[in-house]
């Protein structure tokens, strides 16, 4: 009876171990200046703390989705053919919290930039 009640025991604090969350997300949306989705566009997420980079695709209707963030402050870069690059510095994602980016991206070469500094 003791081990089936060690065994139920360790079987609940296991369980509430994988249910915390250490982890937030970002998603988004990627337009041009008329509200086209950008469809494609490059999304680079990068922690400042560690330069660690994740990259994803806009989808064809222009979303995003960055599951997964470890807790910190980051900067996104998006990037797609014809429009100017777009830079949001000072992203925080927090403990459970899902951040969202609308990006509006401008005509122009990639080379150019278009950095904000987010809230």
């Known amino acids: 009876m003791k081990s089936a009640f060690s065994l139920l025991t360790l079987v609940l604090l296991v369980g509430t171990v994988f249910g915390q969350v250490s982890t937030g997300s970002l998603v988004g949306t990627v337009v041009d200046q ?3 989705s950008v469809a494609g566009a490059t999304v ?7 330069s660690k980079v994740r990259t994803v695709q806009a989808t064809t209707d222009g979303t995003f989705t960055v599951p997964q963030l470890d807790v910190g402050t980051y900067t996104v870069k ?6 100017k690059a777009f830079t949001a510095t ?3 994602i927090d403990v459970g919290k899902q951040y969202s980016l609308a990006v509006t991206l ?4 990639v080379n150019e930039n278009v950095t904000v500094v987010a809230c």
Do not use: I
């Open 34 to 36: 008329n509200g086209g």
């Open 44 to 50: 680079e997420v990068t922690d400042n703390a560690t």
């Open 78 to 83: 998006v990037t797609a053919q014809g429009f």
């Open 90 to 92: 000072e992203l925080k």
């Open 106 to 109: 401008e005509p122009g070469g």
